[in-house]
């Protein structure tokens, strides 16, 4: 499982940078998600679970399906 792969890929295929994902996720989160916030997730892959979800839903896909685009 690689979710930093899977955020980057998710990004080109929908032809979004962090910029429009951080904008997206500070509307649905209702709180502050800044670009280098999305910067360090797409490095590390670290996030909570619940994140997770939410990111996974702004491109319209199940978790498993998410993550599946990190997968080689």
Do not use: H, Y
């Not at 709180?31 to 679970?49: H, Y």
């Amino acid at each position: 499982m690689n979710i930093a792969k899977s955020i980057k890929i998710a990004l080109v295929q929908c032809e979004k940078d962090q910029r429009w994902l951080a904008n997206k996720l500070s509307t649905i989160m209702d709180k502050k998600i800044s670009r280098q916030q999305i910067s360090n997730w797409c490095s590390t892959g670290r996030m909570r679970p619940e994140t997770l979800e939410i990111i996974s839903k702004v491109f319209n896909l199940k978790v498993s399906q998410f993550l599946a685009l990190g997968e080689d």
